[in-house]
């Protein structure tokens, strides 16, 4: 049976890479944080011990340091959130004995720029923790981190459910120490979010087959559900998804390790529909397994997001004057053209500065009245101008006194981007693969 689309279509760019970024990667970990994404080891032709910041104002990328005593070794198949100025890196380190020796968790201190040691304010010879484990999952819910399932070392998938208190830092087991409970079950390489007051979870792995049932946890009744829907995506490991507005996007992974896709579905927490998202011709993503995906801009409901950045405040420059966007690889002006909603795209060289006209088209609710308005903007070096639909905002490097302000400005203002980081397959030594997604509904 067809899939409908439940939504407009989406543009994917790739953003070119210098050579000082990570190299491509798989089984690595992201997030977003104030307009930032972090990336931390996975695997090229061994394991990984890098961590790295991408400016997405800026496209430039910044190496962290990550050999202090409270960093954590070359880790994949790790995850890591962020919750109001720190990382929390959880699972991931090589199978040793070491690894049964302390849990398996580090933090960084993003405005220090460094890890600190893990301490619990109620530690005790009896507290219980997990052990290390890897393809697990990890969310953001309120104040807590809750951690599902995960491969641990020979005993195979694990169907434990752990909550982290960011309060107290202490853990707490919350469902699926016992076979036969209500839940998942036992499952790796599957994908979560968080959504108001719960976590969704999809496929992945149980033992060695691929799932592709759905499941919503409830941190105020304390339970799991089934999602049942009678269309959605097929069995799948090692895929990525996000939370955005009302639904939660996911987007690649396979039925096997070798038969990765690049289908982009969306799921409505409101209709409780899945519907795949459609894709502008030539702009089709690769297919990938076994990468990250993480969301910027206002329509992403996530979980790493800084205080800053959701308080709702507007600063009065932005009402009157251009705001510098100094990412080169942003496509050029988009136009809204005609009742089908087509896009016009133009191709810019890096290594031209360009005068252009950009049209900004303004919809009326009823589609009634259409305005254009026209307007000059000046590119300066390898600045480019970008239309944003949903503020009608021009991004432009017209003002130099602008470019220097401090991007926490910027960052409140970004469009909604979805980034795809590395994932596999993967060039050996080449930088990292990057792919932004935006759809073209407001």
Request: aromatic letters at 10%.
């Amino acid at each position: 049976m067809p899939v409908m689309s439940q939504s407009s279509p989406c543009l994917w760019t790739q953003l070119p890479q210098s050579s000082r970024s990570p190299c491509d990667r798989y089984k690595h970990a992201c997030c977003s944080y104030d307009g930032h994404v972090y990336i931390l080891g996975g695997r090229d032709n061994s394991c990984l011990r890098d961590f790295w910041r991408y400016s997405v104002v800026c496209n430039e990328w910044k190496e962290l340091s990550c050999s202090s005593e409270a960093a954590p070794e070359e880790l994949e198949e790790h995850s890591m959130v962020a919750h109001e100025g720190l990382l929390y890196v959880f699972g991931g380190m090589l199978d040793s004995a070491y690894t049964m020796c302390r849990c398996a968790l580090w933090v960084f201190d993003i405005a220090k720029q460094n890890w600190v040691t893990y301490q619990s304010k109620m530690s005790s010879p009896q507290t219980k923790m997990p052990t290390n484990r890897k393809g697990h999952s990890a969310v953001v819910v309120g104040s807590d981190m809750l951690v599902y399932g995960g491969l641990i070392d020979m005993k195979g998938s694990s169907q434990d459910f752990w909550g982290l208190d960011f309060d107290t830092m202490a853990w707490s087991l919350l469902s699926g120490c016992q076979q036969g409970s209500s839940g998942p079950g036992p499952r790796h390489s599957h994908s979560a979010v968080a959504y108001q007051d719960c976590m969704y979870l999809f496929g992945g792995l149980k033992g060695l087959r691929e799932q592709r049932d759905f499941w919503k946890w409830s941190s105020i009744s304390h339970t799991w559900s089934s999602l049942r829907t009678k269309s959605g995506p097929s069995r799948l490991m090692g895929h990525s998804a996000v939370a955005y507005k009302d639904s939660m996007l996911l987007f690649g992974g396979g039925e096997s390790q070798n038969s990765p896709n690049n289908c982009l579905w969306r799921y409505s927490f409101t209709s409780h529909t899945w519907g795949q998202v459609a894709t502008l011709p030539g702009s089709s993503p690769p297919d990938k397994i076994h990468h990250c995906c993480t969301g910027l801009g206002p329509g992403y409901k996530s979980d790493t997001s800084s205080p800053s950045s959701t308080s709702g405040h507007q600063p009065s420059l932005m009402e009157d004057k251009l705001r510098p966007f100094k990412n080169k690889c942003f496509p050029a002006p988009l136009t809204f053209l005609g009742s089908e909603g087509a896009i016009e795209l133009e191709t810019f060289s890096l290594d031209k500065c360009y005068e252009s006209k950009a049209l900004m088209k303004s919809s009326q609710l009823d589609n009634s009245k259409e305005r254009l308005i026209e307007k000059d903007t000046k590119q300066i070096g390898y600045c480019l101008t970008f239309e944003n639909k949903a503020f009608r905002k021009q991004w432009s490097c017209t003002d130099e006194d602008l470019i220097n302000e401090d991007d926490s400005d910027i960052i409140q203002h970004l469009p909604d981007l979805l980034l795809v980081l590395g994932g596999k397959p993967c060039s050996s030594h080449s930088p990292m693969s990057i792919w932004q997604m935006t759809l073209t509904d407001s």
